[in-house]
């Protein structure tokens, strides 16, 4: 398993880089989509496995209808257009909400098992802020620079797999306080520190290798440790929803790893929340 998992990694992440730096914006856009679908799909098995398409379809009319009164070239135009930060804070908001949900599993569970009209929104509010953080991202500066924007989404992706990776070696290391036993048994206290320890040591030595302001440099280290501790988050929430739905993994698109949402669970938070974060903190 392990084997085919580094194998699998290993061919994912020049996709990954290349969709990235290599991909206009417009064909970043559409790969974008391919992924925000395909986890809409894996999204629609924790509410009705049966139904999953159904939820991927009513997903993508979302988006069509988004896209459409935002084209992806108006989304800086005169600064962030206001419905995408909008979009972005309902995001945000979210996983505020969600917090107590993880916390206080399975009790919450009464609040939206037996609705899933309630898991729907729920996805909603996962996915399409997501999608919209991508597009953020990577056209900040776009006219100025076509990579400006590949490097910031770049980092905040770089910020999350530090953060999952401190975090597997300080719970293996010095794990024993549980973090949430009822929703993720293995994760700990310690492993969380670890993992946002990582992430601030790479946040500071790209903050203080480039050249910033230190009204900058404040705003991305505050909006680098949110994000961090929201990807935790977005990975106990799916967690959480994959345990009620009895799955394991939420697909088997990606051989040893899963599905397309076991791998961007974490960064379903950690983006809309860098974005907000930072823009609040920038204007502060």
């Not at 924790?46 to 991927?56: E, L, R």
């Amino acid at each position: 398993m392990l084997k085919l998992r580094i194998i699998t990694a290993l061919c994912l992440i020049p996709v990954v880089l290349g969709a990235v730096f290599l991909l206009p914006l417009p064909f970043f856009a559409l790969f974008a989509t391919v992924v925000y679908l395909l986890a809409g799909r894996e999204w629609g098995r924790f509410i009705d496995a049966g139904k999953s398409n159904v939820v991927m379809v009513f997903l993508a009319l979302v988006l069509v209808a988004l896209m459409a009164a935002v084209p992806i070239e108006h989304i800086w135009a005169n600064g962030l257009h206001p419905w995408i930060g909008m979009v972005l804070t309902a995001g945000a908001l979210w996983w505020l909400v969600a917090l107590p949900l993880v916390l206080r599993y399975p009790q919450s569970r009464g609040l939206w098992q037996n609705r899933p009209w309630l898991k729907a929104l729920f996805a909603l509010l996962s996915l399409v802020p997501f999608f919209w953080s991508l597009l953020v991202l990577r056209s900040y500066q776009y006219e100025q620079d076509a990579h400006y924007g590949a490097w910031l989404l770049l980092f905040v992706m770089a910020l999350v797999w530090a953060a999952d990776t401190g975090a597997y070696f300080a719970g293996k290391a010095f794990g024993k306080h549980k973090l949430c036993p009822r929703v993720s048994p293995g994760k700990t206290i310690e492993g969380m520190l670890g993992g946002v320890l990582a992430a601030c040591l790479l946040a500071l030595a790209v903050t203080y290798a480039i050249d910033l302001s230190s009204a900058q440099r404040t705003a991305v280290l505050l909006a680098s440790v949110v994000a961090v501790l929201a990807s935790v988050l977005g990975d106990l929430v799916e967690s959480m929803f994959k345990r009620e739905a009895g799955i394991k993994d939420s697909g088997s698109i990606l051989p040893g790893h899963g599905g397309i949402m076991d791998r961007i669970d974490s960064l379903t938070a950690a983006l809309p929340v860098f974005v907000v974060v930072y823009q609040l903190a920038g204007q502060g």
